[in-house]
């Protein structure tokens, strides 16, 4: 059997990124995945769906050496967001310029942050991918954890971290409950080519059906993310090409002409999840093992990262203090860290959601005077685009920015 200090079961963005932030430091990770990963590194351009990376995940890939493969991969700078509602005139802008920043983040397709994670991972001696492979057997109730792979291999370790995804097979396992909420609302994603230039802004109108969000990325083209009512996104998904370039064009109110050009869609159900505890004794769950979110303000997987680094931050420390890694009272310190700040992003982004899919004209108007006062109040506007940037909040070191970075 393989001794290591941590296994990670999921090898995605989150569960790489949970491997490099530990394996830096010299601990030993295992990570198990079931999907063989690729052989070369990840082009851009075909991946309907991009990620807004903020700041903050910005410089945790900086950190851990994986940002640079992003940016050969197509990172996208975006400079500029506006944000305003179908039912009437106000409207947020945010610049970076006003902000004293270079960028407000940037656009990157999953496989590229995936693929530069991967090369880093491989990369570290101290992480060892077990891929394509799942766990057939695990034993969490005594130290070390031990876990049976597919594959034959047998592992253990001081602490299993569960970064297997939504439908987490760990979580399950361990019969770690979840508050679920199911949205009726589908994400439906494409690559769409607008007559204007994008002006490197990502552009977001609020719809009585959802919000509609046109992503800037390169060679003129947007990544679209168009929240619908369920059977909506299906008509869509599936409607003729010039149908969906008039429906999507009148949805944005022409703010970028008309769409001339789109690549194949995908639509994606859409649910919130937390999980009830994200420790247990050996345990810990990270990103969308823990949480999932709505995808209007695009902080899914920033979550998971701020996790990732905290997780590794209070692994390291304990580690430092001779304490076990695995012990309940180290992991509910990851826990009361990281519960809190996730609880608050997911409500803020629900009352959105809630608050900006109803159709009361009294609503309406309480919305139009909160996006035209959020607008004129550089106070509260700046601290809405410290949150968006991922810059708000209680950060775990690997994410803070230093004062004399780009
Ligand atoms: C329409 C839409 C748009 C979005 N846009 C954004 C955005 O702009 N910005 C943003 O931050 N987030 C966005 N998100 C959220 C983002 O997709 C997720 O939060 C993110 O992918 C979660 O990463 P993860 O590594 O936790 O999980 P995943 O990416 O799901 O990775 C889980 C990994 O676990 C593996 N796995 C599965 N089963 C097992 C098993 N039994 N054992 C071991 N491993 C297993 C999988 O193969 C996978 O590699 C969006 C989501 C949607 C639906």
Redesign the pocket.
């Known amino acids: 059997m393989n001794h290591v200090d941590v296994i990670v079961?999921?090898?995605?963005?989150?569960?790489l990124t949970t491997a490099c932030a530990l394996g830096m430091q010299g601990i030993t990770v295992a990570v198990?995945?079931?999907?063989p990963l690729p052989d070369t590194p990840a082009t851009a351009g075909h991946n309907p769906?991009v990620?807004?990376i903020t700041r903050a995940s910005q410089q945790i890939f900086t950190a851990l050496g994986a940002w640079d493969g992003m940016l050969a991969g197509d990172a996208y700078p975006f400079r500029d967001m506006r944000v305003w509602d179908a039912g009437g005139d106000g409207e947020i802008h945010f610049d970076c310029a006003g902000l004293g920043e270079p960028y407000l983040g940037h656009m990157i397709e999953?496989q590229v942050i995936h693929s530069a994670l991967q090369q880093r991972a491989q990369s570290l001696e101290s992480v060892s991918l077990y891929c394509p492979a799942?766990?057939t057997e695990i034993d969490v109730t005594r130290e070390p954890v031990t876990v049976t792979l597919d594959d034959g291999n047998a592992l253990s370790a001081d602490l299993v971290v569960g970064?297997?995804?939504?439908?987490s097979?760990l979580r399950k396992r361990l019969q770690i409950g979840t508050r679920t909420h199911d949205y009726r609302q589908c994400?439906l994603?494409a690559r769409v080519l607008p007559e204007r230039d994008h002006q490197a802004t990502a552009w977001q109108r609020f719809l009585p059906g959802g919000p509609l969000a046109f992503l800037p990325t390169t060679g003129g083209w947007c990544s679209i993310?168009w929240t619908l009512p369920v059977e909506t996104a299906q008509q869509q998904l599936q409607a003729d090409r010039q149908d969906f370039h008039t429906a999507l064009g009148e949805a944005l109110e022409f703010r970028l002409g008309r769409i001339t050009d789109s690549g194949p869609r995908d639509i994606?159900p859409?649910q919130r999840l937390h999980a009830e505890r994200y420790v247990r004794e050996r345990v810990a769950l990270v990103?969308?093992?823990a949480h999932v979110i709505h995808?209007l303000a695009?902080?899914?997987?920033?979550l998971?990262l701020l996790d990732a680094a905290a997780l590794a931050e209070v692994v390291l420390a304990a580690r430092q203090r001779q304490q076990r890694i695995g012990s309940l009272p180290v992991l509910r310190r990851y826990e009361r860290w990281r519960r809190g700040e996730n609880q608050l992003m997911m409500a803020v982004m629900d009352g959105f959601n809630r608050l900006f899919s109803n159709t009361q004209p009294a609503l309406g108007r309480l919305r139009n005077l909160g996006l035209v006062l959020a607008e004129r109040v550089t106070p509260a506007k700046t601290l809405l685009a410290r949150h968006a940037m991922g810059l708000a909040g209680d950060l775990p070191a690997l994410a803070r920015i230093s004062p004399y970075s780009d």
């Open positions: 079961t999921g090898g995605g963005s989150v569960g198990v995945e079931p999907r769906r990620f807004a999953p799942l766990v970064a297997d995804g939504v439908h097979a994400g994603v993310v994606f859409l990103g969308d093992a995808p695009g902080q899914g997987i920033n998971g």
